[in-house]
């Protein structure tokens, strides 16, 4: 496990604001890694990716998680699947949440 949790994959800080820190390791060709600290009470912006699914690893704390038009609570262990297309987002509870996804190929903004 790193010094900075388990939500921590290296890499580099794409994105920070008050409501996260998510960093992208670009080490493999066809995959990209990345983690998130999504702090307490905040959301991830929700989106959809057409052409690419994710799989969500939870490391750390507990949340709310979307895919499509449904909600479910997420805690450490859990592995949510994200279709193609399928919108997503998640909220975290009172203590936030860090998780790593993977997706094919670059992040798409």
Not at 40 to 55: A, I, L, M
Not at 69 to 84: A, L, R
Request: with cysteine; glycine share 12%.
């Amino acid at each position: 496990m790193s010094k900075y949790g388990a939500w921590d994959i290296g890499g580099e800080v794409i994105k920070m604001d008050e409501r996260y820190i998510v960093k992208d390791n670009k080490e493999l060709k066809t995959l990209t890694l990345s983690s998130t600290r999504l702090y307490p009470h905040k959301n991830t912006s929700g989106h959809s990716h057409e052409g690419q699914e994710e799989v969500y690893f939870f490391v750390e704390g507990s949340g709310t998680m979307t895919v499509g038009s449904e909600d479910f609570e997420v805690h450490v262990g859990d592995t949510v699947t994200v279709p193609d297309g399928a919108y997503h987002q998640v909220m975290a509870h009172k203590l936030g949440c860090s998780f790593i996804t993977v997706f094919p190929g670059q992040r798409r903004r």
